[in-house]
């Protein structure tokens, strides 16, 4: 313990030490009977943010994402563990820590169904009393970036889900939080709005320093954001590194799906990539992740007749079983 | 810190900020569906104003109910539906906690830097429901002009005094109410039983119920304090409990003690919530 808080002082805006959180869940099990039994959704997870930083949180359903976030926010209390945000215990101090945080859960929106977008925005100024010069600022700013100009005066039940998560994502950043959680924010988004909330994540963390934690399942969102990427599973740490680190750990493969003019042979011309999949014109080529896209592209539209393609990215299921059967192995 | 009576004061008036913010929002909101607002006030008033109609069709076969008369039957009914309406107002809609944490959407209110108590006293606002405010208001204004009491400058100050306090505990029950919904989502037929069922027994004289029932609702839930008791003093007659005539002042007294356990049951309900898996 006494080291854990020596070496918390130094750099951690974001700290935790063996923190965990245990579900005592009843279920019915047959007439009357229940059964308790106890999920350790999260079970002894250490990290260290600094402030700044922009950190992807990755990890399949159920391993403890979304109750991280919640912790961390002071939603839920922590069953076990040392946990600091800004040096502020959440869950004791939740009301305090409440000014400097912002928080985007994907599946539930803080938005006033009936109202216009405006009106939402206006209810957040009062409510955190922020003042009026840096709220036009951090509104205009949010408007242009999230191409947010048109929607301001549109009732909130009109837009599209990419449309709403813009204007969440907005709504929590109009206080000037010094760290911002997103719990999957770009889930069932179209390409458009996926590409808008990425880039503008991008802007907020390098012009303004906001240290932003994003769970997901998408790995582009990581690959395009974050340079750090903690994986969870079964609510326990299994890696925090770099991406490339995780791809190299995982062994994993993105897969080129190429559509040619016409049925050929399998490609096996290509250096560093490998035919997994021919289905008529359409073949699958496999590469490691870490590897680059464009050199195999452009080897690939040198010698055949090609249509059209797409990469298709790991898939974090895949790249965590790899990463288990890998340490199995060792 | 938090515990000194200042911050106290500071937590307080922010609370209550928000609520009226989080109220205009709601007010708003229902002013998107114009017509459909309107249409629900008016049904709100004509339910409850047909309720009075009842009782005073009764009185036609009779003169008196439980030996009172008209007015002072209206002065009960009016009061209570003052007072009840009024909490009704405010915090009517918090039993919608129940469904806010079954579906995890308590979440949202607890990252905000206000009292998560006005966020969800102030949740789905339903200003239709001034409806029965003014039902009771108006029943109360007829009362008043007919009414044969003597009034003296303390039974003056009574009736005020007891629709405030009246209002406050009825808010206490629905604080209590929306509290135990963390631990028991579909507790709120049982507040109901309190809230609804409790003016609809308030409207009545004390004397036409059975002494075990007035005895429950006086000291088991103190409803009694909510108007019979300061009513009873006003109307000038003997209350059927034969209590110390002090008690009849007693309604804000109780209506603060009901104030302080309803926070203590916020408090600790809030301390157990539990958010939901994804
Ligand atoms: N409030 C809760 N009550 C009971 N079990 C929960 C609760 N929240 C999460 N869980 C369980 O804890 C585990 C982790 O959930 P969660 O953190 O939501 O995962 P993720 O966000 O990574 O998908 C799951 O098994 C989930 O069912
Ligand atoms: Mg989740």
């Known amino acids: ?330 | 810190m938090a515990d000194a009576p200042a911050g106290v004061l500071r937590r307080a008036g922010e609370g209550v900020h928000a609520y009226g913010l989080i109220v205009g929002m709601w007010v708003r909101s229902t002013m998107a569906y114009r017509t459909s607002f309107v249409m629900m006030a008016l049904g709100n008033f004509a339910a409850t104003a047909l309720d009075f109609v009842g009782i005073a069709i009764m009185f036609t076969h009779t003169d008196t109910l439980g030996g009172f008369t008209l007015p002072e039957v209206a002065l009960l009914y009016g009061t209570t539906s003052t007072s009840f309406g009024l909490a009704d107002l405010a915090l009517g809609t918090m039993d919608r906690v129940g469904r806010r944490v079954r579906d995890g959407t308590m979440d949202t209110l607890l990252v905000r830097p206000v009292p998560v108590l006005a966020q969800v006293a102030a949740d789905r606002f339903a200003l239709r429901r001034l409806g029965r405010v003014s039902q009771g208001v108006l029943l109360l204004a007829w009362t008043l002009y007919r009414l044969d009491v003597h009034w003296t400058p303390v039974t003056l100050l009574l009736l005020p005094l007891m629709l405030i306090s009246g209002a406050v505990i009825f808010g206490a029950v629905f604080v209590a109410g929306a509290a135990f919904q963390f631990r028991a989502q579909d507790a709120s037929e049982v507040q109901n039983a309190f809230t609804y069922g409790g003016t609809t027994m308030l409207q009545y004289p004390p004397t036409v119920f059975a002494t075990e029932l007035v005895r429950g609702v006086t000291f088991v839930v103190p409803l009694a304090f909510v108007n019979w008791l300061p009513a009873l003093r006003i109307l000038g007659r003997d209350d059927p409990l034969g209590l110390p005539g002090w008690v009849d002042f007693a309604s804000p007294l109780v209506a603060l003690v009901c104030c302080a356990l309803a926070g203590a049951a916020w408090r600790a309900g809030l301390r157990g919530y539990r958010s939901t898996g994804s």
């Open chain 1, 1 to 330: 313990m006494a080291d854990g808080e020596g070496q918390g002082t130094v750099d951690g805006f974001i700290e935790l030490d063996g923190v965990e959180k245990v579900f005592d869940v009843r279920r019915k099990a047959g007439f009357l009977r229940r059964e308790r039994h106890r999920v350790r959704a999260v079970d002894g997870i250490s990290f260290r943010v600094p402030r700044g930083e922009m950190v992807g949180y990755i990890g399949p359903n159920g391993a403890g994402k979304s109750t991280t976030i919640k912790m961390l926010t002071g939603i839920l209390v922590p069953s076990g563990g040392r946990l600091r945000v800004a040096g502020i215990d959440p869950a004791r101090d939740r009301t305090r820590l409440a000014r400097r945080i912002g928080v985007v859960f994907g599946q539930r929106t803080t938005l006033w169904w009936d109202l216009p977008l405006r009106d939402s925005y206006g209810l957040v100024r009062r409510m955190y009393r922020i003042p009026d010069a840096r709220y036009r600022a951090n509104l205009e700013r949010c408007v242009e970036l999230l191409d947010l100009g048109d929607l301001l005066d549109v009732p909130v039940r009109q837009l599209s889900l990419g449309q709403r998560m813009r204007g969440d994502i907005a709504a929590a950043l109009l206080h000037d939080p010094e760290v911002l959680y997103l719990d999957e924010p770009t889930i069932g988004l179209d390409v458009v709005s996926k590409a808008k909330v990425r880039e503008f994540l991008r802007d907020v963390n390098a012009e303004r320093g906001t240290t932003v934690l994003l769970t997901t399942h998408d790995l582009t969102d990581i690959e395009q954001l974050c340079k750090r990427v903690m994986v969870i599973d079964h609510g326990r740490l299994v890696y925090d590194g770099g991406l490339d680190g995780l791809h190299a750990v995982g062994g994993s493969e993105r897969v080129l799906v190429i559509d040619l003019e016409r049925e050929l042979p399998p490609i096996t011309d290509v250096p560093g990539a490998r035919p997994v999949k021919v289905e008529g014109p359409r073949q699958w080529l496999a590469f490691a992740a870490t590897q680059s896209a464009a050199p195999i592209v452009a080897a690939v539209a040198a010698r055949h007749p090609l249509v059209d393609l797409s990469v298709r990215e790991p898939d974090i299921e895949e790249v965590i079983a790899k990463m288990y059967a890998d340490r199995k192995a060792l």
